[in-house]
Nanobody, 118 residues
Framework: QVQLVESGGGLVQPGGSLRLSCAAS????????MDWYRQGPGKQRELVAT???????DYADSVKGRFTISRDNAKNTVYLQMSSLKPEDTAVYYC????????????WGQGTQVTVSS
């Protein structure tokens, strides 16, 4: 059974930075793409960043140039470095493995709350 544990969220001022982590278990981590999603208040969950098993990355236009996704296969962990944060980045952030772009494979974890506010 796949388990996903997200961490690293918090309250940050506009323009600030945060680094999110997601530890995955129950899968052969290195074989999967890993994706970060977010769900803001009253909004649908959206895909914001993905990293393939080979290390290729892709980002939603709304975060391109501000967010960086990376992975450590030895630690079964995917990261999301977020900088120049904006109030509209406020959301619960989730990770999920995938084999096909934008198609999550596992049940959702608890997520980690990111609040951008002054």
């Amino acid at each position: 059974q796949v388990q996903l544990v997200e961490s690293g969220g918090g309250l940050v001022q506009p323009g600030g930075s945060l680094r999110l982590s997601c530890a995955a278990s129950g899968i052969i981590f290195r074989l999967y793409s890993m994706d970060w999603y977010r769900q803001g208040p009253g909004k649908q969950r959206e895909l914001v960043a993905t990293i393939t098993s080979g290390g290729n990355t892709d980002y939603a236009d709304s975060v391109k140039g501000r967010f960086t996704i990376s992975r450590d296969n030895a630690k079964n962990t995917v990261y999301l470095q977020m900088s120049s944060l904006k109030p509209e980045d406020t959301a619960v952030y989730y990770c999920n493995p995938s084999l096909k772009y934008g198609v999550p494979l596992a049940s959702w974890g608890q997520g980690t709350q990111v609040t951008v506010s002054s």
